[in-house]
């Protein structure tokens, strides 16, 4: 098994953009050149957090109020790094998400027009400094994502119209202009295996440096 320096790398991007999928291709990956490594989503990854997920998804909750999904994401989230994704990095291990901090701003900030300052004073409080080293967005068009989800039950947020999905979408590709030593900004329309080498050629030069 090899040990390794703490990495913590989340995927982002709207639904149907493809980042589950290499996400756990890049785990699968790392697994078999024996990698000591850890694959959660998000809202979940936890019993706590997957239970705080339910709430979050379920269609029925239409009444639910912009502040109180953005706290319930923090709560999930908070969980998730304390009991799981901090013990890992402080083991050296890697740690890869699907959806992290930037999928509130993203879609909670930008989507639903919350202040980022709200946002901001939640995150020191519910993840304080916890940072992923490398954030790789997913970023697919709209039309694109939709087709590619076309067969799937959509969920609360899956379900939501195309202007808060263009909204989100364009609070990620902010985001990652703002940071651009820890995004990988890709073309998601290019196919699975283009994507999965040019993340894997970022990933592994980041564990061999
Ligand atoms: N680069 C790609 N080109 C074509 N189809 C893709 C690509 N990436 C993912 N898909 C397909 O699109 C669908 C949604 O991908 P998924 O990874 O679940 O998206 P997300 O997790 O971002 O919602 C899946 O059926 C997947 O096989
Ligand atoms: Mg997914």
């Known amino acids: 098994m090899k040990t390794s320096r703490p990495l913590f790398i989340s995927f982002e991007g709207i639904d149907g953009s493809g980042k589950s999928t290499q996400c756990k291709m890049l785990y699968h990956d790392l697994l078999d050149r024996g990698y000591v490594v850890h694959l959660f989503r998000e809202p979940g ?4 957090s997957e239970k705080i997920r339910d709430i979050l998804l379920d269609k029925n909750n239409t009444e639910m109020s912009p502040i109180t999904e953005m ?7 908070n969980q998730l790094i304390t009991e799981k994704v901090t013990p890992a990095l402080d083991k050296g291990e890697i740690v890869l998400l699907d959806r992290f901090v930037d999928s509130t701003i993203a879609y909670q900030g930008y989507g639903r027009s919350l202040p980022l300052s709200s946002i901001q004073k939640v995150a020191d409080v519910a ?12 970023d697919t068009p709209l039309e694109t994502a939709e087709d590619r989800m076309d067969d799937r039950v959509l969920d609360r947020l899956e379900a939501e119209n195309a202007e808060f999905k263009q909204r989100t979408r364009n609070g990620y590709l ?24 040019t993340i894997a050629s970022r990933v592994y030069q980041l564990l061999d440096s």
């Open 45 to 48: 990854g936890t019993g706590i």
């Open 71 to 77: 706290l319930l994401y923090f709560s999930s989230r």
């Open 174 to 197: 902010k985001l990652a202009s703002e940071e651009p030593a820890r995004f990988l900004v890709l073309d998601g329309r290019k196919s699975i295996e283009e994507l999965k080498s």
């Open 127 to 138: 993840i304080g400094e916890v940072r992923p080293n490398l954030t790789i967005l997913v």
